[in-house]
């Protein structure tokens, strides 16, 4: 059929005009970015994989409880025999790198939609598109923005895991009882203090919940990322697809899994200490 | 109440309006359009209706009405959680509508508190920081603010709590929690809004027992809201009955009662249990015709009750000091005599009250003998007036055939 609109186009030299104009904004960003998630990485895969496996099993175990923390070890070590420790932490380093930026920029915008009508209704349609567009096509401004590598891998991981966490912050705030508000109101507090004191204390264990999905959602993309070479286990499972090899397929999506059970768990078990 | 107290609240004028065009609809207000008219022209509603009122230092002032009267809405207009459209709040002679946000903080975090029918408490915090909370948002340090707190929190009979979360306590014990909040800022204002409709009736009682008590001890002025007219009745010193926005009465309790100022306050306190509020002074017949001891004598005492048409009067001394009762038959018998005096015909075993004695209170006063009351001044003994048995039983019954008959068996009884 024929194109009769063509918004791609418009697209297209959007971004164009964008990669030459904020060329040194863009570098920088790359040069900055590489150099947290690597350190990150340096950090994870430098420590000895015994040490990691004993910290996130006694994680595990003070705050999901004993089979949570049986599962981790057993998990851990399992992906270590496996032969994929290094990827495994190449790719935390990148989960966990993503998930610090998309919660620095989720929580205040969560904040702010949940304050503002109008905010609310640009940022919605936003988040609606930023999750429902095929993670796929974030690679390809990704890659026009930063080339390959590492950042830009937790670039497009983080539009497309940053959603979740700006609608449960929101969420989390509007649902926080009117009554209690205006008490606070009532007794002299400033919309600073309502808002640190009040809403988000009261707010916290649905903006975890919202933290829990991105953290699994970075998960979904980071192994999506592989194909721009991000690294890790995506890279992995990108190989076992090559190759055709599907006992590498399997083995590295195994990874994956056990990797996404223990961060669940982990993360929801924080969620559920907060139980009021 | 004493009429020197000074002023600690004054509502002049307000008004509130809800919607959206708001201009317009006070304007229409103030040219007198109805409720009605001003919905339907622009959309707005009528929140509260052009009040004005005056609380007195100290004072228990009740606002009453049924849900939608604008009550609770009145009341946040006394701290601005609601903006006014229109008119003026002074506290202590400030007007706080002129005040800025800044100043308004102040007032709400030195001047005035106030309790919730949800109690609004922080459930991630223990009794003690909730408690805390109004000292802590106005930047008190930790030691200051944990003593002051421990302090409200004996006050309101929560003593071993602190350290619980407010999931853990019952209803009532929740609101003393808010109680205590409250309390905690030494404000001078109270206001409470619906601050037991959410609790069990017992527990309701309680509470409303033990903040008439805390009141005069405390002496803070409080506002409280309630659609409950019993509980109005029993905390109010005066109470203001709203509907639609509008104050229809304000007044004591049986100031309502025996004189409602619209239809609507008549129909509302019909249901009122009025033995327990009446009393002696708003019954009795003042300035009776007496028999003055010394002075008139069982001639004169018989030409009185001819004019009078009674067949019993009461004697008083020459400093109107009640002494008892004569009656005719024994004036007659005593005329007959010709005695000079009523010394022996005088009653003196006869009952006398004060008049803030309660119709309830009276009833065991009803006798067979069908003697009225006399109702004296609790220092002087002087009288004041006297209650028939008549008007009495007619109070309790309000007319009922099954109420007075059981009235007539008990006193036969007697």
């Known amino acids: 059929m024929e194109k009769i609109i063509d918004i791609g186009q418009y697209i297209a030299v959007a971004v164009k005009w964008l990669m030459n104009n904020l060329r040194p904004f863009f570098d920088f960003i790359k040069t900055t970015g590489n150099a947290g998630i690597e350190s990150m990485e340096w950090i994870l895969v430098g420590t000895p994989f015994y040490i990691t496996i004993g910290l996130f099993a006694a994680v595990a175990w003070k705050y999901a409880g004993r089979r949570v923390a049986v599962f981790t070890l057993m998990g851990l070590v399992l992906i270590y025999l496996m032969g994929f420790w290094e990827e495994t932490m190449q790719t935390l380093a990148l989960i966990i790198s993503s998930t610090i930026i998309a919660l620095i920029m989720a929580l205040p915008l969560g904040i702010w939609s949940a304050k503002s009508q109008t905010a609310n209704r640009i940022i919605r349609p936003l988040l609606d598109l930023m999750q429902t567009m095929p993670a796929f096509v974030y690679l390809i401004p990704a890659v026009l923005f930063f080339s390959i590598g590492k950042l830009p891998g937790a670039f497009a991981t983080i539009i497309f895991a940053m959603p979740p966490a700006v609608r449960l912050t929101a969420l989390g705030i509007q649902q926080v009882p009117a009554d209690i508000v205006e008490a606070a109101r009532s007794l002299g507090a400033t919309q600073k203090q309502i808002l640190l004191k009040v809403e988000l204390p009261l707010a916290l264990k649905t903006i975890l919940t919202g933290v829990n999905q991105t953290i699994l959602l970075s998960l979904s993309m980071v192994v999506i990322a592989g194909m721009i070479a991000a690294g890790g286990l995506g890279e992995k499972v990108l190989e076992g697809i090559n190759n055709l090899d599907i006992g590498l397929g399997f083995e590295s999506g195994l990874s994956v899994v056990i990797l996404a059970i223990i961060l669940d768990r982990i993360t929801q078990a924080f969620g559920n200490r907060i139980n009021r | ?414």
């Not at chain 2, 946000?101 to 609004?120: N, Y």
């Not at chain 2, 001890?217 to 309630?226: I, R």
């Not at chain 2, 609790?378 to 209650?387: A, D, E, F, P, Y």
Request: overall charge neutral; aromatic content about 4%; proline content about 3%.
């Open chain 2, 1 to 414: 109440m004493e009429e020197s107290r000074p002023v600690k609240i004054r509502v002049q004028d307000l008004i509130l309006i809800f919607g959206k065009n708001k201009g317009h609809a006070l304007e229409m207000l103030k040219k007198g359009n109805s409720k009605n008219e001003i919905l339907t022209k622009t959309q707005c509603t009528v929140g509260i209706n052009c009040a004005n009122f005056d609380i007195i230092e100290g004072e228990f002032f009740v606002i009453m009405g049924l849900s939608g009267s604008g009550k609770s809405t009145l009341l946040r207009c006394l701290n601005r959680l609601i903006e006014p459209t229109a008119g003026s709040v002074y506290v202590n002679g400030d007007n706080i509508t002129r005040k800025s946000h800044r100043e308004l903080l102040d007032v709400r975090r030195t001047e005035m508190s106030m309790v919730f029918q949800k109690f609004g408490l922080l459930p991630h915090r223990t009794v003690l920081d909730n408690v805390a909370f109004g000292l802590e948002l106005r930047g008190e340090k930790k030691d200051i603010r944990e003593a002051k707190a421990q302090q409200a929190i004996e006050t309101v009979g929560l003593h071993g709590f602190s350290h619980q979360s407010p999931a853990q306590l019952s209803g009532g014990m929740q609101q003393r929690v808010g109680l205590a909040r409250a309390l905690t800022n030494d404000p001078e204002v109270l206001l409470m809004d619906e601050a037991f409709s959410a609790l069990d009736p017992l527990i309701k009682t309680e509470m409303q027992d033990e903040l008439l008590g805390l009141q005069s001890k405390l002496k803070k002025t409080v506002v409280f809201v309630t659609h409950d007219l019993d509980e109005a009745i029993k905390l109010g010193d005066r109470i203001a009955i709203m509907k639609d926005g509008i104050i229809e009465q304000i007044g004591t309790a049986e100031e309502i009662l025996t004189n409602p100022a619209t239809p609507y306050v008549e129909a509302f306190v019909k249901k009122v249990d009025r033995k327990t509020i009446i009393t002696a002074g708003t019954l009795m017949h003042e300035k009776p015709t007496v028999v003055r001891f010394g002075k008139d004598g069982p001639e004169g005492t018989l030409r009185k009750m001819r004019t009078t048409g009674l067949d019993v009067l009461p004697v008083v001394d020459d400093q109107q000091v009640f002494m008892g009762f004569v009656w005719v038959n024994d004036a007659v018998q005593s005329a007959k005599r010709e005695e000079k005096t009523v010394q022996h015909i005088l009653l003196t075993e006869v009952p006398a009250i004060t008049t803030d004695v309660t119709v309830e209170e009276m009833l065991p006063l009803i006798s067979a003998t069908r003697s009225p009351i006399a109702v004296i001044d609790k220092q002087s003994r002087r009288l004041l007036g006297i209650v028939s048995q008549n008007s009495l039983v007619i109070e309790a019954t309000r007319f009922n055939e099954q109420d007075i008959n059981t009235l007539k068996e008990y006193a036969n009884n007697n």
